[in-house]
Structures are given as C-alpha cells and as structure tokens.
C-alpha cells in the first residue's frame, strides 16, 4: 500500500498561488493514477483534479478549469497541484489520493473518490478575500 504525504499549503489572499505536492512511498508510483481532492468545512469531500498513471490525461472539475493544474514527476514519486487565481471558495483541506492501475487502465483518469485506495492526511488551503 502506497503512503502519501501532502505539503505546501497555507494562507494566501485573493488571487494568490500556491503549489501542493504529494510525495509517495511505498510503492511503485508510476503504476498509480493520482487525485487531488478537497473537503471544506461542513462539506463532503468533493473531486478536484486527477491524472492518468501514464501521465498523458488529466481532469478537472468544471470550478478550477484554466486555475488549477496537475502534474507528476514520477523520478520523484511526486504529484503536483499548481493553483492559480485562488478564490475564497477554493478553502478547504486538501488531500492527495492514489489508485493503482495496471497496462490496460494506465490512461485513465479517475474522478470518483471511492475508486482511490490510498490517502494523505491532508494539508489545509486558506485563502483570503
């Protein structure tokens, strides 16, 4: 079982950037398709982006389209998640998810949090009006 640990977080204003990673271990990680997630309070934890294990497909929900982007360095057993143009509703707790594939489902991007079996603990997000 693959153990992921997020980073990266914190407290930004208003239009702000921030990068999150999420370093793993334990496996190997080329073989994983990686989510981002975030939960905000009172919320159910709801999708953000994802990428293939294969790295040549991504995802997005429709909220962080042209803001948010994923990204992977499999040398380093890290995903990325670049954050641009933060708004106040982008706050929420942060969690990096993995998921492991095989050749066939390599180029698949998975949306579903319920499809993930390994999760971070989280790293919290803040951004200010």
């Known amino acids: 079982q693959v153990q992921l640990v997020e980073s990266g977080g914190g407290l930004v204003q208003a239009g702000g950037s921030l990068r999150l990673s999420c370093g793993a271990s334990?496996?190997?990680?080329?073989?994983?398709?990686m989510g981002w997630f975030r939960q905000a309070p009172g919320k159910e934890r709801e999708f953000v982006a994802a990428i293939s294990s294969s790295g040549d497909r991504t995802g997005y929900t429709d909220s962080v389209k042209g803001r948010f982007t994923i990204s992977r360095d499999n040398a380093k057993n890290t995903v990325y998640l670049q954050m641009n143009s933060l708004k106040p509703e982008d706050t929420a707790v942060y969690y990096c998810?993995?998921?492991?594939?095989?050749?066939?489902?390599?180029?698949?991007?998975?949306?579903?949090?319920?499809?993930?079996?390994?999760w971070g603990q989280g790293t919290q997000v803040t951004v200010s009006s």
């Open positions: 998810a993995a998921r492991p594939t095989t050749y066939i489902s390599r180029s698949i991007v998975y949306t579903r949090r319920q499809l993930y079996n390994a």
């Open positions: 334990g496996g190997t990680f080329s073989n994983y398709a």
